[in-house]
């Protein structure tokens, strides 16, 4: 039988390259040094506290304590329902979300730069997943693919390098499974993945069930654009090349690109097209699995969508395998919440408490 290995990472794994944790967000936000000179971001962090203190009535030293999931569910509830929140109508709270969406991803970005943590394991993780991805070129086999939760796109950069520095003949690319543009309109290196398969080359399938901060998409014609390598201004406005063309279209709302991430609530929004195909090649992938590793991923309560995928889809049969952070005060919580989940599927042996660097040096031993 064809062996196939689904990674699925959360927010851990990029915790020690000095990302952000759910909890640590709010703290990053209120750091000073934030949103220094930057008054599109000043806009949306006053924005954010002043929602918390006026419509949550939250006392400023409980800021850092509240749960994101307490703030974007009754976001997210008003906005289906057309209601409204102290000031803000059920308009104001669509404008006042994508704003934080924007404070969000920049408190990401934020994070990996003060930090200037090593990323060595996140380079090493990758240059390993390339090298199993490639041998499709040779044999035609589908041996790996990775899930993730997490926006940031630290990972994504390290496989395009990896791809680059393996100097494949053919077209090979990062594949977000679902149906991109480029945002240069001459970036040939943004292609489908089944079209670089097509071509002779390989496919590293990565899919961002929460979307990603690299991901920007189109409200009229539901094109995501993607760009990798140099940053893109999170709060800058950009519109569709497509619509401004095909339509003769100005600089207007109707086609401006807009951030596209699941923040932490309770009422995900698994509508939009993109998302979608992203969540059901995540299930194709799972299906056909003979392996699952969780890496830097506790399984919460709050992941239900998460959870029930992973409870429909990954097969009887399939090997599961933890990587959970062993200086982590919850470990034993968290390992519990895994045996509780998969039953007799997982022993005690499957849960590994080793750090991201430490699980990804075992495997170059391999």
């Not at 040094?33 to 949550?56: M, P, V």
């Not at 995928?309 to 062993?326: F, H, K, N, S, T």
């Not at 039953?343 to 991201?356: N, P, Q």
């Amino acid at each position: 039988m064809m062996e196939k290995t689904v990674y699925f990472l959360g927010s851990g794994f990029s915790k020690e390259a000095g990302g952000l944790v759910q909890n640590e967000i709010i703290k990053t936000i209120l750091d000073e040094d934030f949103t220094r000179g930057n008054e599109r971001l000043i806009k949306a962090k006053d924005n954010f506290i002043g929602f918390l203190k006026e419509e949550l009535h939250i006392y400023e030293d409980h800021y850092c304590n509240v749960q994101l999931e307490d703030i974007f569910t009754p976001i997210d509830r008003c906005i289906w329902d057309g209601l409204s929140i102290g000031r803000y109508s059920s308009r104001g709270l669509v404008e006042l979300r994508e704003e934080f969406n924007a404070l969000m991803g920049a408190a990401v970005n934020y994070s990996f730069k003060k930090n200037r943590a090593c990323c060595d394991y996140i380079d090493e993780f990758a240059e390993y997943v390339n090298q199993i991805a490639r041998q499709r070129m040779v044999d035609g086999v589908d041996r790996v693919a990775v899930i993730t939760t997490n926006w940031d796109v630290m990972f994504d950069h390290a496989l395009k390098r990896a791809i680059e520095n393996g100097h494949p003949e053919k077209l090979s690319v990062v594949d977000y499974c679902c149906y991109v543009s480029s945002w240069e309109a001459n970036d040939d290196t943004i292609k489908p993945g089944l079209l670089a398969v097509g071509y002779g080359g390989y496919n590293i399938k990565l899919l961002k069930l929460h979307g990603s901060m690299n991901w920007f998409q189109c409200p009229m014609c539901q094109r995501m654009y993607v760009r990798f390598g140099e940053e893109i201004e999170i709060m800058k406005a950009a519109y569709c090349r497509h619509c401004r063309k095909n339509y003769g279209m100005p600089e207007i709302n109707s086609i401006k690109l807009q951030s596209n991430l699941l923040l932490p609530t309770y009422l995900k929004n698994l509508s939009n097209i993109q998302i979608k195909l992203v969540w059901q090649n995540a299930a194709i992938e799972l299906s056909e699995a003979t392996r699952i590793v969780f890496i830097g991923y506790s399984l919460p309560a709050a992941d239900f969508e998460i959870r029930q995928l992973l409870a429909r889809m990954i097969r009887p049969d399939a090997e599961i395998q933890v990587v959970l952070y062993p200086y982590n005060p919850r470990v034993e919580a968290e390992a519990e919440r895994y045996r509780n989940f998969f039953g007799s599927r997982i022993s005690e042996g499957d849960i590994m408490r080793l750090t991201v660097p430490e699980y990804v040096g075992k495997l170059k031993e391999i």
